[in-house]
């Protein structure tokens, strides 16, 4: 029987994660206008199925309420996104479905459609994932996708997700069942990759 792990991190407060070109920090309700930006960018909620379509100002207003909830909750931390070296927000990434008890939790993520192909999203879900696995002892990240969403299954197999399979018809969107695809890492995975010097 595998040992329970404790977990370093106390949820006292959000850290400010960084990265080379990136600062991940806290989302305020000053963020909201340049969040509705990132929703509002051409092809930014194409295959987002939590949206039928950009969401309104008042709505931008509960997905900040919601990220402070998680947090006091203890089952996530969504951040902003900022390119160093101002802090203006656009995108966000984090965790959230989180189970100490299972060393388990799932990512998210979105980003302003300005900002695609840069590698700016790998960045930022590598520096998740560097949380996830060393602060949590998380022993399973997972994250799905809406199947057909090319880029976002890219992402994350290039860093080293794995693709386990399909949530037939898991979610009801833009009046249709659609699949989701399921994806996968694993801590011996992750520990790999950090060894192999794989991760931004």
């Not at 696995?133 to 022993?139: A, E, I, K, Q, T």
């Not at 693709?163 to 898991?170: A, K, S, T």
Request: charged share 25%; hydrophobic share 45%.
């Amino acid at each position: 029987m595998k040992t329970a792990r404790m977990a370093a991190f106390d949820f006292s407060e959000i850290p400010v994660l960084e990265t080379a070109r990136l600062r991940l920090r806290r989302i305020s309700p000053s963020d909201c206008d340049d969040w509705l930006a990132v929703f509002q960018s051409p092809g930014a909620i194409d295959w987002l199925s939590d949206f039928e379509q950009v969401p309104r100002p008042a709505e931008i207003l509960d997905i900040v309420e919601w990220s402070d909830a998680v947090f006091a909750a203890k089952t996530g931390i969504r951040w902003a996104l900022t390119l160093k070296p101002g802090d203006r927000l656009i995108g966000s990434c984090g965790f959230h479905e989180y189970l100490p008890t299972h060393h388990y939790a799932e990512i998210g993520y979105e980003l302003h459609s300005e900002y695609w192909r840069r590698g700016l999203m790998s960045e930022a879900v590598a520096a998740v994932m560097r949380f996830c696995f060393d602060r949590l002892s998380l022993h399973r990240l997972a994250a799905d996708t809406t199947e057909g969403n090319a880029a976002s299954a890219a992402l994350l197999q290039k860093l080293g997700f794995s693709l386990e399979g399909v949530l037939r018809e898991r979610v009801f969107w833009r009046g249709d069942h659609h699949n989701l695809w399921l994806f996968s890492l694993l801590e011996p995975e992750y520990r790999g990759l950090v060894e192999a010097g794989l991760l931004a």
